[in-house]
């Protein structure tokens, strides 16, 4: 299953973006032919996160931009920042970026497609465990579903290229909550 999982990887990586460029490319002819404004389709969101507790502590900024082509299809760019450490045992810093494309077939239906490129440096304390210090690029591929309600959309979203190594998620499978403005 590991092996297949790396053959279809980049299979799936280039039909995403093959995808993502199409939908980007029609939907921009569409949008300049109506002469309408660029700044009146683009929604500003993202999200904040800080945990913390008894000499541990993560913070995390996503900030991301959409581009509205129609009620129907959005498509954007992210940014990711998070950094983690626990006291004695290890920091960690990500930083990366993203490609979101977003379909309402209904108002309050949205599926999105998001790929995620992310820098990982761990670096963990030599009195804790030795030789596992590591820097590495980790890809995901969400695939999602969620309930939108005004500005806010509620879902779950699958990785599909999850790996269980070197993925900065607990689980394939997590819950979102998507804010735009």
Not at 7 to 20: E, H, V
Not at 143 to 172: C, F, H, M, P, Q
Request: proline share 3%; hydrophobic share 40%.
């Amino acid at each position: 299953m590991r092996n297949l999982k790396h053959l279809l990887s980049p299979k799936i990586l280039l039909c995403s973006l093959t995808i993502y460029f199409f939908t980007l490319f029609s939907f921009a002819q569409n949008s300049a032919s109506s002469n309408s404004d660029f700044w009146n389709h683009v929604e500003f969101g993202g999200g904040l996160g800080l945990n913390f507790g008894d000499g541990f502590f993560s913070g995390s900024i996503t900030p991301n931009a959409l581009y509205r082509f129609n009620p129907y299809v959005a498509t954007g760019i992210g940014l990711n920042y998070s950094y983690s450490s626990q006291k004695d045992i290890f920091k960690s810093t990500v930083l990366g970026g993203s490609i979101i494309g977003l379909v309402n077939p209904y108002r309050e239906v949205q599926i999105s497609a998001e790929f995620e490129q992310l820098h990982v440096s761990r670096n963990f304390d030599n009195n804790f465990v030795t030789n596992l210090d590591e820097d590495y690029w980790y890809p995901a591929l969400f695939l999602g579903a969620g309930y939108s309600s005004g500005n806010i959309t509620i879902g779950i979203r699958y990785d599909v290229l999850y790996n269980k190594d070197k993925s900065i998620y607990n689980e394939a499978w997590m819950p979102f909550v998507r804010f735009t403005f």
